[in-house]
């Protein structure tokens, strides 16, 4: 008789040797860390809602076209006798036609808001006495954010949204998306008119390491730290940004139709 394996046993087995975390899951972690780069302005546009105008024109147009036909032309000889013969025949004609065209387009009249494109990015390091999540950080980590704005032109106060990625060369450790507001600050006692402040939340997911498939939710601020306010440029340049948060780690999965999982 063969033996027997049983099958609840074998599948236990294979979980148990295919998960394996640093930390147990369903731990909660603390994430934390600061960024040290730069800010550039991709483009700028105007922003705000656009005005619809319409002009009406007087336009032209001419056309021709080429009609060949066969004609029957009969002549007399000198002996009196009638000679026919079809010969072609073009006739060219041509005509014009003037009707009033309207043409509309959007512009922003005196416009007071730009949407601007923008990336952040710069090297990445821990906080080493708050952050927990230490795999995830490596001495060449790098951040990187690619953000849309719409912001006043007066104080750059606005809001942003976009994506970003933690890299460790060209892989990816791990992304998300971002958003949060510019040009104030949240925090207690912040000033109303930061032109050189940003900050907001990130949602991500560890995508390689040990940690892969964590939950990353967190807060971020950030100063660049070469604009002086008021300014009348867009502000960009040297940033200096915090991370922090928490990263969740995630529960095995779960196979159903079998008691205990």
């Not at 013969?85 to 512009?107: D, E, M, S």
């Not at 601007?116 to 954010?145: H, P, R, V």
């Amino acid at each position: 008789m063969k033996p027997t394996v049983s099958l609840i046993t074998l599948i236990g087995t294979m979980l148990t040797a295919s998960v394996t975390y640093a930390q147990s899951p369903g731990s909660i972690l603390g994430f934390a860390g600061q960024v040290n780069g730069s800010v550039t302005v991709a483009s700028t546009a105007p922003g705000g809602c656009p005005t619809l105008v319409c002009t009406t024109n007087m336009v032209t147009y001419s056309h021709c076209y080429t009609n060949t036909y066969w004609k029957l032309v009969c002549t007399t000889n000198a002996a009196g006798a009638i000679q026919c013969t079809n010969v072609p025949v073009t006739v060219t004609r041509c005509f014009t036609n003037t009707f009033p065209q309207i043409t509309c387009t959007n512009v922003f009249q005196t416009p007071t808001s730009l949407t601007i494109k923008e990336t952040l990015a710069g090297a990445l390091t821990e906080n080493a006495s708050c952050d927990q999540l230490s795999a995830l950080f490596t001495s060449n980590g790098m951040f990187q954010a690619s953000l849309s704005l719409s912001v006043r032109t007066n104080d750059w106060v606005g809001t942003h949204m976009g994506i970003f990625k933690i890299l460790d060369g060209t892989n990816v450790l791990a992304y998300g998306s971002l958003s949060g507001v510019d040009g104030v600050s949240t925090a207690s006692g912040g000033t109303c008119a930061a032109c050189n402040h940003l900050e907001g939340t990130l949602h991500g997911v560890v995508t390689s390491g040990p940690l892969q498939g964590a939950k990353l939710t967190a807060s971020y601020a950030a100063d660049l730290t070469g604009v002086t306010c008021p300014s009348s440029d867009v502000p960009a340049g040297a940033v200096m940004m915090t991370i922090q948060g928490v990263g969740v780690i995630p529960c095995p999965s779960r196979c159903f139709g079998f008691p205990g999982f």
